[in-house]
């Protein structure tokens, strides 16, 4: 079974600096997906970004960007110009190209952004 | 107009009661699941649906009970609640997996059971 691994349960960044928030994942397949969500106090999950397993590309949306190292099995999301609306939850997560059972998507434990002024 | 809306958005019931939460959504998507956040915030799948046809069941107490009268609509039908069934219960949807795209979540519903 797949295990998404967030190691950091908070993380703290200035508004307007840049912040990393770490994944690694455990899996035997060659083709998934993987994204970060992020939930805000609202508890409304929304989709930050999405990387491929088999584009080498690292995926870019606006401030936000991955550093996906496949052979590692590390997905790490950074943040730049970090705005007070950052604040919130974030969950890296895995998905499997197979279908049925394997297609759930996997969660880590998350990690608390805060933005401080 | 909502693409994945779940009603009710809290619910606050007593131990022994039974209750449902609804779930609709107008994404076309084929699949659908229910997911549970506990209070430290770790999402977990409880239940999937593909075309109303019932593709995962993780290990849920039977007390919950999913029902998919067609493909747009998955509610969950809760019995006998228990205090540790407190939870925020997400339902989602999403095309299948080859296309990418990850889940469309609902808003959430929180369920307090007093």
Known sequence: ?117 | DTAVSQTPKYLVTQMGNDKSIKCEQNLGHDTMYWYKQDSKKFLKIMFSYNNKELIINETVPNRFSPKSPDKAHLNLHINSLELGDSAVYFCASSPPARMSYGYTFGSGTRLTVV
């Open chain 1, 1 to 117: 079974a797949q295990t998404v691994t967030q190691s950091q349960p908070e993380m703290s960044v200035q508004e307007a600096e840049t912040v990393t928030l770490s994944c690694t994942y455990d899996t035997s397949e060659s083709d998934y997906y993987l994204f970060w969500y992020k939930q805000p106090p609202s508890r409304q999950m929304i989709l930050v970004i999405r990387q491929e397993a088999y584009k080498q590309q690292n995926a870019t949306e606006n401030r936000f960007s991955v550093n996906f190292q496949k052979a590692a099995k590390s997905f790490s999301l950074k943040i730049s110009d970090s705005q007070l609306g950052d604040a919130a939850m974030y969950f890296c997560a895995y998905r499997s190209l197979r279908t049925g059972t394997a297609s759930k998507l996997t969660f880590g434990t998350g990690t608390r952004l805060q933005v401080t002024l």
